[in-house]
T-cell receptor, first 114, second 112 residues
């Protein structure tokens, strides 16, 4: 089944403890992206990647890192999480957004930083 | 990307057509209209997109006015499972326009 898989689905962590949220897609998509969703603020883009080894900042990149060493994987790294990063996170991928293709989203990761 | 305006909420009886409007009066010639929906806190789901012609797929139909300043998403026979927040998004296709900018959407409630 074609899908975007995020892990974990739920995570509670403490301030300052490094964590990684994984994202993997099995559709050979070139484009991948991370979003966070907060009440009243909607979905906001954190980082995106147009292809392997090509990443760029979205609207809210502070406090996050990403890497794209392989086409299928696009992990989101929080080096020193803080409570304001408590949010619902979504990974998305697309075959070719420049040709108008739709995005496939993962099921989400609910992160709580205490 | 052009800004969109959607009603915050709508109701629809099950089995009836749901018509969700979207205004995008500042849309430019190379910008597409996309529709996504989000059921509860699941990941957004792509529904349909179009440039200027009307489009139809297995999920919905998209009607774009001739001047492209507004569009309507039509769910022909709404079911309870169509209850969701529906997002109308306008975006170009070049460079950093690959980003999807989500607004607040329309919360569609389908009732028995």
């Amino acid at each position: 089944e074609a899908q975007v898989t995020q892990n974990p689905r739920y995570l509670i962590t403490v301030t300052g403890k490094k964590l990684t949220v994984t994202c993997s897609q099995n559709m050979n998509h070139e484009y991948m992206s991370w979003y966070r969703q907060d009440p009243g603020l909607g979905l906001r883009q954190i980082y995106y990647s147009m292809n392997v080894e090509v990443t760029d900042k979205g609207d809210v990149p502070e406090g996050y890192k990403v890497s794209r060493k392989e086409k299928r994987n696009f992990p989101l790294i929080l080096e020193s999480p803080s409570p304001n990063q408590t949010s619902l996170y979504f990974c998305a991928s697309s075959l070719s957004p420049d040709r108008g293709r739709g995005y496939t989203f993962g099921s989400g990761t609910r992160l709580t930083v205490v | 990307d052009a800004k969109t305006t959607q009603p915050p909420s709508m109701d629809c009886a099950e089995g009836r057509a749901a018509n969700l409007p979207c205004n995008h009066s500042t849309i430019s010639g190379n910008e597409y209209v996309y529709w996504y929906r989000q059921i509860h806190s699941q990941g957004p789901q792509y529904i349909i997109h179009g440039l200027k012609n009307n489009e139809t797929n297995e999920m919905a139909s998209l009607i774009i006015t001739e001047d492209r300043k507004s569009s309507t998403l039509i769910l022909p026979h709404a079911t309870l499972r169509d209850t969701a927040v529906y997002y109308c998004i306008v975006r170009g296709l070049t460079g950093t326009a690959s980003k999807l900018t989500f607004g607040t959407g329309t919360r569609l409630q389908v009732t028995l």
